[in-house]
């Protein structure tokens, strides 16, 4: 597929420099419009319901999707795919990362060729006819390593949204697809969340499109898409044990739809014994007072000791929860989570999850088979 610069790409073309999270909608519809069209002559597909959103608050933006201002969705062969459209500063937008879902299509056909965005005008030696025509060219893996080593290309990008390890930063870089879940491996996962509780089916968002959202996500593990719930979060840059309760505490309250705070008076005493220097450190539970006495707060992580006492101040409660550690794989999907990753569930969620992936609140996610 190829777009003459002049009249295929420049009309619709905004640089985020100056039009950052500001492209019409219009714009961004009709360029979607045009590029499949030509995909379906080429991949012989038909599309639907092709659909252009913008995320509805500045809040949502900055907490969910960093540099992603708008999203699609659309079908093809009546399988629904959701892209979303990604944005760097000084960029235009029509770039690679924008048309994963037409990768994706060719996952779910079995088919082993890629779509690259490709242009050839920097080893030639010679100025091209069409200098600043944009290609999307099939590739298979041999020939991308043939394109890459003879120079065929100037620059030869996959049309996938980058790594795993990677996706709110976007580094867009090829990866291995098979470490990743296929359609039907995660369309059985979201089953399994949904029949759990832990996704629900809204008016906005069926069981149609919870799957196509958390395969644009490229997730390689359960514990990749448990932690883009809402119940999980994490333990922060630096482990800090009062901003922890407070991440913590948001989210019971939104689990039990609640408005006052579950833990308060939070304290960290150090002390000089005669045998040993130690830190108490303390905190109210509706409204029990549990105390821990180590060396430091550094030790509170070590053997679970923290999640131990707050199951405990849990249980002891009444509070149908518990807190749950998610592998260290999560780390590799989001890089812009700091610290350890959580999840509260009840413990028959987790006994659930454990019978059907295994221990992964212990161990590295494992694969799903």
């Not at 359609?183 to 499109?209: G, S």
């Not at 002891?316 to 807190?323: C, G, N």
């Not at 006994?351 to 799903?368: L, P, W």
Request: aromatic fraction near 14%; glycine fraction near 4%; hydrophobic fraction near 35%.
């Amino acid at each position: 597929m190829s777009f003459d610069a002049e009249t295929e790409i420049k009309p619709f073309d905004f640089l985020t420099r100056d039009y950052y999270g500001e492209i019409p909608v219009d714009k961004i519809k009709a360029f979607y419009e045009l590029v499949l069209k030509k995909a379906a002559l080429l991949l012989n597909f038909t599309y639907s319901a092709l659909e252009v959103h913008a995320f509805k608050t500045q809040d949502q933006l900055i907490m969910d999707h960093g540099n992603r201002q708008f999203y699609i969705y659309v079908k093809l062969n009546g399988i629904l795919y959701k892209e979303e459209i990604k944005e760097r500063e000084l960029e235009s937008w029509i770039n690679p990362q924008n048309f994963q879902f037409l990768n994706h299509y060719l996952e779910d056909q079995n088919d082993q060729r890629r779509l690259y965005f490709t242009k050839y005008d920097i080893f030639t030696g010679y100025e091209p006819q069409e200098k600043k025509t944009l290609f999307l060219t099939l590739l298979k893996e041999n020939e991308v390593k043939f394109v890459k080593n003879v120079y065929l290309a100037s620059t030869l990008n996959a049309c996938y949204n980058g790594s795993p390890g990677d996706y709110n930063y976007a580094a867009w870089e090829y990866y291995d697809t098979t470490q990743r879940l296929t359609r039907a491996q995660l369309t059985d996962a979201v089953d399994f969340l949904i029949t759990q509780q832990l996704l629900k089916t809204t008016v906005d968002q069926n069981r149609e499109r919870l799957i196509a959202i958390r395969r644009e996500q490229n997730p390689k593990s359960i514990s990749n898409i448990l932690l883009e719930l809402p119940n999980a979060f994490t333990s922060g840059g630096n482990s800090n044990i009062g901003g922890f309760l407070n991440s913590l505490d948001t989210r019971i309250q939104q689990l039990q739809n609640r408005n006052t705070n579950y833990f308060t008076d939070y304290s960290n005493i150090y002390e000089e014994e005669p045998a040993r220097d130690r830190s108490k450190i303390s905190f109210n539970f509706n409204p029990k007072k549990y105390q821990m006495n180590v060396a430091s707060e550094d030790m509170l992580w070590e053997d679970n000791l923290l999640i131990i006492k707050i199951n405990t101040a849990f249980t002891e409660a009444k509070l149908p929860y518990a807190v749950y550690p998610l592998p260290e794989d999560s780390k590799f999907f989001r890089q812009d989570l700091y610290g350890d990753n959580y999840i509260i569930l009840s413990p028959d969620q987790a006994a659930a999850i454990v019978i059907k992936y295994g221990d992964i609140f212990k161990e590295e996610a494992k694969t799903i088979n």
